[in-house]
């Protein structure tokens, strides 16, 4: 790790607390967010069909999403992208979905010599070391696999909430993602107490790493907790000015 990246507050943050205990608001539209969530997955099953598969980062939206899919009996495949960086919290997930839910979560991984090739020239922290870096190691270890995950697809569902980000404030529930394919995003106007008191009511599996103030979780190298007052994603590629997103996400 760079000098600059190793004097960054990891033992900084706050002693880990319960994310149900710290967030969870019912409030009285969420009852209706409830349905139109499902009502928008409805509609995507029955425009796409085969076309739709659910992207999960297997962050805590996105297993909302899953509980969604599975209490409304849709047939939705659902992915993830395993980038060989991941927390073996994050990993440990997939067999919770199966036991819960009874879903295979299909996962996608780098091309392997890719991978290889990559650290042998830029190194295992060549992510520090400058943005284009950075930005190549997620071209390797998420955006090509994430091109197999969505080949032959005309739709994929996300995550997204406009709370996240300022770059995320207009994300819409169902768009051009600029290649071609609707992206769905039917928790785009929930809250984060929202999220979190519907995994409190229908006790939804989640990543313990949430109770250690990780809103947003990435790669382990490349994920920190946030402090009181940060941004959803303040700490995702915390050492960088800029808009915290992979690529993934990125508008053409
Ligand atoms: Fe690499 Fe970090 Fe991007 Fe993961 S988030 S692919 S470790 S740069």
Not at 33 to 49: G, S, V, W, Y
Not at 96 to 117: H, S, T, W
Not at 226 to 240: C, L, M, N, T, Y
Request: some cysteine; proline content about 4%.
């Amino acid at each position: 790790m760079s000098e600059g990246v190793s004097s960054l507050p990891w033992a900084a943050a706050p002693a880990a607390g319960n994310a149900i205990g710290l967030y969870a608001k019912w409030t009285p539209a969420l009852d209706a967010k409830i349905e139109a969530a499902q009502q928008h997955l409805r509609n995507a099953c029955a425009a796409h069909r085969d076309g739709l598969v659910q992207s999960s980062s297997l962050g805590v939206e996105d297993m909302v999403i899953t509980d969604l899919i599975s209490r409304a009996g849709l047939n939705v495949h659902i992915a993830t992208l395993d980038t060989g960086k991941l927390h073996a919290e994050t990993l440990a997930l997939l067999p919770r979905i199966k036991d819960r839910y009874g879903l295979a979560v299909e996962v996608f991984k780098p091309v392997a010599e890719a991978v290889i090739q990559f650290v042998r020239k830029e190194g295992e922290e060549a992510m520090y070391k400058s943005i284009e870096l950075r930005k190549a190691c997620c071209g390797v270890r998420k955006m090509e696999p994430l091109s197999r995950m969505l080949a032959g697809r005309t739709a994929w569902i996300t995550g997204l909430r406009r709370e996240q980000s300022g770059a995320r404030g207009d994300v819409a529930f169902d768009e051009d993602d600029g290649n071609g394919r609707r992206k769905i995003s039917p928790l785009a106007d929930w809250t984060w107490a929202e999220v979190w008191a519907y995994v409190q009511k229908y006790e939804v599996p989640y990543n313990p790493l949430h109770d250690q103030f990780m809103p947003s979780i990435g790669c382990a190298p490349c994920t920190r907790a946030i402090a009181v007052g940060e941004d959803f994603r303040a700490g995702r590629w915390w050492w960088e000015d800029s808009t915290k997103e992979c690529g993934l996400h990125a508008k053409s």
